[in-house]
């Protein structure tokens, strides 16, 4: 007896649960590769957003860059669901230790989303607004520049294991935005 009520229970709240959606299920076609870009990085479709996408983060390195950062290696592409970037390796004269740097392209996230460590700061890279952020384990050393309220680039810079002073950090940040400002849309 028990087992026939339990089995009623049962019944009764998956039916109760239940939903039909009339006609019948259409699979998505596929992605490809430029599509797939396409689909992290669209924006609102603003002409400055499109031509934010249809960046490539490894080829906004410049020969200045590469000159006074010492790059020693080659580009690091990497893709994530809210952004596409490009890190590099060196040892930028004057400074102690190894370092990463690189540019981040988040085609539906502006500056006011940037998530810090510790409190944001708004500056202007070349008349462009931006806003620097601490990440990481608070060694990262961010400047993300505006392209559209709901797009930026960041730029980071980070290394060092601690034996350069917090300013030098800034300043070498701070360079590689005045660097690539001039690329952006």
């Known amino acids: ?17 239940s939903t039909t959606t009339p006609g019948a299920p259409v699979a998505e076609p ?21 031509a934010l ?6 080829e ?10 010492g790059v020693d290696s080659d580009a690091n592409f990497q893709e994530f669901p809210s952004s596409r970037s490009c890190k590099w390796n060196g040892t930028p004269p004057g400074m102690t230790g190894r370092f990463a740097f690189g540019y981040a392209i988040f085609a539906k ?23 620097t952020s601490i990440r990481g384990a608070g060694d990262v050393y961010a400047i993300s520049l505006e392209v559209t309220p709901t ?30 400002e001039p690329k952006l849309p």
């Open 1 to 17: 007896m028990k087992r026939a009520i339990a089995i009623v229970a049962l019944l009764t709240a998956l039916t109760a649960c």
């Open 109 to 131: 996230l502006g500056v006011d989303e940037v998530v810090s460590r510790n409190e944001k700061k708004e500056i202007t890279i070349n008349g462009r607004r931006a806003v």
């Open 60 to 69: 906004l390195i410049t020969p200045e860059v590469h000159a006074e950062f």
């Open 30 to 50: 596929p992605q490809t590769g430029s599509e797939t870009n396409r689909s992290t990085a669209d924006g609102d479709g603003t002409d400055k957003e499109r």
């Open 151 to 180: 797009a930026r680039l960041d730029v980071q810079f980070n290394g060092g294991a601690g034996r350069n002073p917090v300013e030098q950090m800034w300043e070498r940040a701070t360079r590689l935005a005045e660097l690539v």
């Open 53 to 58: 996408v249809a960046l490539d983060p490894c």
